[in-house]
């Protein structure tokens, strides 16, 4: 079961759209934690836009389910609609 969930996975993600959505989160980490000064830039951010967080989740490439958690974490932290 979980080899045929994880081929699933690694499928959706070949998806041009879910990819690119997936770079973007990566790219969006990367630079808020690439030095003190960006993390502060992001502090900044949250406080301003006034966001329940201020952290961002790196998404682990061996954990093939950590992507869903990421971009459960963005929609529920950042997404006012």
């Known amino acids: 079961m979980a080899h045929n969930t994880n081929l699933a996975i690694l ?3 070949t998806l ?3 990819a690119h959505l997936k770079d973007l ?3 969006i980490y990367t630079f808020f934690y690439k030095s ?3 993390h502060l830039k992001l502090i900044k951010l949250t406080q301003i ?3 329940k967080g201020n952290k961002l989740f790196r ?3 061996i954990q093939w389910i950590g992507a869903l958690n ?3 974490h ?3 932290k950042y997404y006012h609609c």
């Open 70 to 72: 990421l971009l459960k």
């Open 59 to 61: 998404n682990i490439k």
């Open 36 to 38: 003190p000064k960006c």
């Open 74 to 76: 963005v929609l529920e």
């Open 49 to 51: 836009m006034e966001t």
């Open 16 to 18: 041009p759209m879910v």
């Open 25 to 27: 989160l990566e790219s």
């Open 11 to 13: 499928t959706f993600f």
